[in-house]
Nanobody, 115 residues
Framework: QVQLVESGGGLVQPGGSLRLSCAAS????????MSWYRQDPRNQRELVAT???????NYADSVKGRFTISRDNAKNTVYLQMNSLKPEDTAVYYC?????????WGQGTQVTVSS
């Protein structure tokens, strides 16, 4: 069984930065496609960023140029560096791992961007 634990959320002012982390248990991390999703206060879920096993990345248009996804296979951890945060980035951010036909989710971490 794979467990994903997110951390790093919090309250930040507009224009600020946060780095989210997602630590994975088990031994499939390096073989998994890792993604960050977010669910906003209207309960709309959005795919924010994805990183493949080879390190290729993809981003939602809404975060391109501001967010960076990365992974450290030695630490079984995926990161989301978020810069120039905007109030519309306020959401619960979820880590997702896809391995073969299985998908795993973390419990989520709240990010609130407000002055």
């Amino acid at each position: 069984q794979v467990q994903l634990v997110e951390s790093g959320g919090g309250l930040v002012q507009p224009g600020g930065s946060l780095r989210l982390s997602c630590a994975a248990s088990g031994n499939i991390f390096s073989s998994s496609v890792m993604s960050w999703y977010r669910q906003d206060p209207r309960n709309q879920r959005e795919l924010v960023a994805t990183i493949t096993t080879g390190g290729s990345t993809n981003y939602a248009d809404s975060v391109k140029g501001r967010f960076t996804i990365s992974r450290d296979n030695a630490k079984n951890t995926v990161y989301l560096q978020m810069n120039s945060l905007k109030p519309e980035d306020t959401a619960v951010y979820y880590c997702n791992a896809r391995y073969r036909w299985n998908a795993y989710w973390g419990q989520g971490t709240q990010v609130t961007v407000s002055s």
